[in-house]
């Protein structure tokens, strides 16, 4: 069985730092390229960002609005991946998800896990 | 604003059908057969209903289905069942390499 499972959220104050984790298990995590989604509260889902596999080059992409403040990161040997928020801003919070992505499909989604950013 | 339009609400009577509408461009939807549904219950993480325009993961129910024509793709439920209110969002790949979502859809069953 697939099981995702987010965690390192929490409240942050506006410029903070945080590190979000998604632990993987149930599958070939080295094969799989990951994403990060997140919903605002009571808004709709956006994706954050995405790495691919080792074996596809293991690149990284991000949205337009955390580009340059957003990293994306992982341990194959820890089958966990991970996203690094820095210079966090209020329009940041959010529950993020991560999920696996194939074909343009986030097939298996994690619980998420929320970050709130205020002062 | 949501790259990809949808209805903000949907309903029907058990048993009846629902069709929801995702709008987007050549760049998304219409460029590629990469659209997929996910279906939110309250303080639920999403859940895949449908992948690649039509191809359902086998635990999901054939009353979903899905389907593309041009720019615009469908999600229709059949046999509405009171399980079946929930949000759901349609998604594509797009030109930018990212994913793109609708703004999401209530679907209340009367």
């Known amino acids: 069985e697939v099981r995702l499972v987010e965690s390192g959220g929490g409240l942050i104050e506006p410029g903070g730092s945080l590190r979000l984790s998604c632990a993987a298990s149930?599958?070939?995590?080295?094969?799989?390229?990951m994403t990060w989604i997140r919903q605002a509260p009571g808004k709709g889902l956006e994706w954050v960002g995405r790495?691919?596999?080792?074996?596809?080059?293991?690149?990284?992409d991000c949205a337009a609005p955390v580009k340059g403040r957003f990293s994306i990161s992982r341990d194959d040997s820890e089958n966990t991946f991970y996203l690094q928020m820095d210079s966090l801003k209020t329009e940041d919070t959010a529950t993020y998800y991560c999920?696996?992505?194939?074909?343009?499909?986030?097939?298996?989604w994690g619980q998420g896990t929320l970050v709130t950013v205020s002062s | 604003q949501s790259a990809l339009t949808q209805p903000p609400s949907a309903s029907g009577s058990p048993g009846q059908s629902v069709t929801i509408s995702c709008t987007g461009t050549?760049?998304?939807?219409?460029?590629?057969?990469?659209v997929s549904w996910y279906q939110q219950h309250p303080g639920k993480a999403p859940k895949l209903l449908i992948s690649?325009?039509?191809k359902r993961p086998s635990a999901v129910p054939d009353r979903f289905s899905g389907s593309k024509s041009g720019n615009t793709a469908s999600l229709t439920v059949s046999g509405l069942q009171a399980e079946d209110e929930a949000d759901y969002y349609c998604?594509?790949?797009?030109?930018?390499?990212?994913?793109?979502f609708g703004g999401g859809t209530k679907l209340t069953v009367l």
């Open positions: 998604c594509s790949y797009a030109d930018t390499k990212n994913l793109v």
């Open positions: 790495i691919k596999s080792k074996i596809d080059g293991g690149t990284t």
């Open positions: 050549s760049s998304d939807v219409g460029g590629y057969n990469f």
């Open positions: 149930g599958f070939t995590f080295s094969n799989a390229w």
């Open positions: 999920t696996v992505y194939s074909s343009g499909t986030c097939s298996y």
């Open positions: 690649e325009v039509s």
